[in-house]
């Protein structure tokens, strides 16, 4: 039997094998959230604090800020955010936002109306000579302007929510993530496969206080074509700790 004599027969991690072009179809995303008070309860590791609330259809999403200086005229601080993550198609897309300080705006592309079911990139894409940074708390909430879903804190210029929704196209692949704590707490890792499925937590640790904790998924675990997959936490110090969590996900067509 011929034997190719360049064959390699070692395994790599599969976001390695993704950065050495191994891996057809695919592509490795990724995001981060913050939590800066976690209780005794599970909250999702995002800066709105408790559980995020999630929608179900696709709706025509508002933003709003609390600084009056967060708009599109003068010497603004943040002009315009760009919002990415899957429409009411279950596909991509993607809107750029032009803010009126704390005016309510529509989220639209164009002039029309594009509907959101749920996010995944939320961001100040263009600030004016006031500041390289949102002065307020810039809050997409749902259709009804009350329902909050995600947020940038002021000056972080991004959402910290560290959730991730699969377009109805592809299916993902968690390969690796990090931890971090300012005091003892349990960290979980959750997935919804679809909207009429229940949230089944998938992995559980104990992380500690001090530097973040780098984890690599010798198997990596499935979120299914349309899932969201989400990182709570809960303190175990019987005070509130400060939890972050950042984390790769393969997206494969």
């Known amino acids: ?25 695919a592509e490795l995303k990724g995001t981060s959230g ?3 008070a976690v209780g005794a309860a599970l909250e999702t590791i995002c800066s709105q604090g408790g559980i995020r609330n999630v929608i179900y259809t696709a709706e025509d999403l508002k933003v709003t800020s609390t600084s009056a200086n967060d708009t599109n ?5 943040a002009r315009r ?25 529509a989220v639209d592309r164009n002039g029309d109306a594009i509907n959101f079911l749920h996010i995944n990139d939320f961001r100040v894409q263009k600030v004016g000579s006031g ?22 804190a002021a000056g972080e210029n991004q959402q910290q929510s560290a959730s991730f929704s699969l377009p109805t196209d592809t299916t993902g692949y968690l390969t690796s993530f990090v931890a971090s704590a300012t005091g003892a707490a349990q960290v979980s ?23 973040p904790a ?7 675990f499935q979120v299914g074509a349309g899932g969201i997959i989400e990182f709570r936490a809960k303190s175990l110090t019987g005070g509130n700790v400060v939890v972050g969590a950042d984390f790769q996900i393969i997206q494969e067509t």
């Open 81 to 105: 955010v760009r919002i990415r993550g899957v429409g009411s198609d279950g596909l991509f897309k993607q809107a750029d936002v032009d803010l009126n300080g704390t005016g309510v705006v």
């Open 1 to 25: 039997m011929a034997i190719i004599a360049n064959s390699r027969v070692s395994t790599l991690p599969a976001g390695i094998e993704l950065s050495s072009g191994r891996l057809e179809n």
């Open 214 to 220: 780098p984890y690599q998924l010798p198997n990596p």
């Open 189 to 211: 890792i959750w997935v919804q496969n679809s909207s009429t499925d229940s949230w089944k937590q998938k992995l559980t640790l104990v992380v500690g206080a001090g530097g």
């Open 34 to 36: 913050l939590n800066p």
């Open 73 to 77: 005229s003068g010497s603004a601080h």
């Open 131 to 152: 500041s390289n940074f949102n002065a307020g708390t810039i809050k997409l909430f749902a259709n009804d302007g009350t329902t909050l879903l995600y947020e940038i």
